[in-house]
Nanobody
Framework: QVQLVESGGGLVQAGGSLRLSCAAS????????MGWYRQAPGKQRELVAA???????HYADSVKGRFTISRDNAKNTVYLQMNSLKPEDTAVYYC????????????????WGQGAQVTVSS
């Protein structure tokens, strides 16, 4: 089993920045990719960004140029730097982990974090 613990959510004004962190522990040898999904009220859960152990990354079109995903393999931690935030970025953000970047991107995720609320006020 793998445990994912998120931190860094909160309330920010439009145009501001936040950074989410997610630390993985447990059977991390099975994990080759991590990422972030989000779910806004009344909407389906959607991929935000994902990253492989070798730093190859994938982003949703809606966040390209504003969000950056990165990871520290020594700390088993993935980060999501969110800049130029918009009210439509308001959602619960979930850290995820899986055996490949492809599987994480298509939603075949092995592990989910508990979620972190991000609220962007206009």
């Amino acid at each position: 089993q793998v445990q994912l613990v998120e931190s860094g959510g909160g309330l920010v004004q439009a145009g501001g920045s936040l950074r989410l962190s997610c630390a993985a522990s447990g059977s991390i040898f099975s994990i080759n990719a991590m990422g972030w999904y989000r779910q806004a009220p009344g909407k389906q859960r959607e991929l935000v960004a994902a990253i492989h152990n070798d730093a190859m990354a994938h982003y949703a079109d809606s966040v390209k140029g504003r969000f950056t995903i990165s990871r520290d393999n020594a700390k088993n931690t993935v980060y999501l730097q969110m800049n130029s935030l918009k009210p439509e970025d308001t959602a619960v953000y979930y850290c995820v982990a899986g055996s490949s970047l492809f599987r994480v991107v298509i939603g075949t995720v092995d592990y989910w974090g508990q979620g972190a609320q991000v609220t962007v006020s206009s």
